[in-house]
């Protein structure tokens, strides 16, 4: 089984909603913090958000504070990523990775931290 799998990607008209969903493992997910990267060709993978084990810390990069929310729900080993209001420039590949234990508002934003990663999940948003 892999570590973490994403789901809930999809074509979707701009304006629309989709909520992405990252379900681990218990050696992934448990205690872990988990966070959301997006990629699009050419580009680097970028952080989007972040929840951690303890505390329930949640970290958004800037552009993504208004739009984007994370949540947990620790006894089903998912995290979502509710995305609103999808712009075309949402498009790309988005990925959840786990980092052990916890991380800071900085070093969460660091994807070489993340020791596991799921396979991505296609968002595609049309204008």
């Known amino acids: 089984q892999a ?3 994403e789901a809930g990607g999809g074509l979707v008209q701009a304006g629309g909603s989709l909520r992405l969903s990252c379900t681990g493992s ?5 205690g872990n913090t988990i966070g959301w990267f997006r990629q699009v060709p050419g580009k680097e993978r970028g952080f989007v958000a972040a929840s951690t084990r303890s505390d329930v810390k949640i970290y958004y990069e800037d552009s993504a504070k208004d739009r984007f ?11 979502f990523l ?4 999808l712009k075309p420039e949402d498009t790309a590949v988005y990925y959840c990775a786990a980092v052990v234990g916890d991380c800071t508002r900085i070093s969460c934003r660091d994807r070489r931290l993340y020791t596991f990663w799921g396979q991505g999940t296609q968002v595609t948003v049309s204008s």
């Open 69 to 79: 929310t994370i949540s947990r729900e620790n006894a089903r080993n998912t995290v």
């Open 3 to 5: 570590p973490l799998v």
């Open 26 to 30: 218990g050696r992934a997910f448990r």
């Open 82 to 85: 509710q995305i609103d209001n």
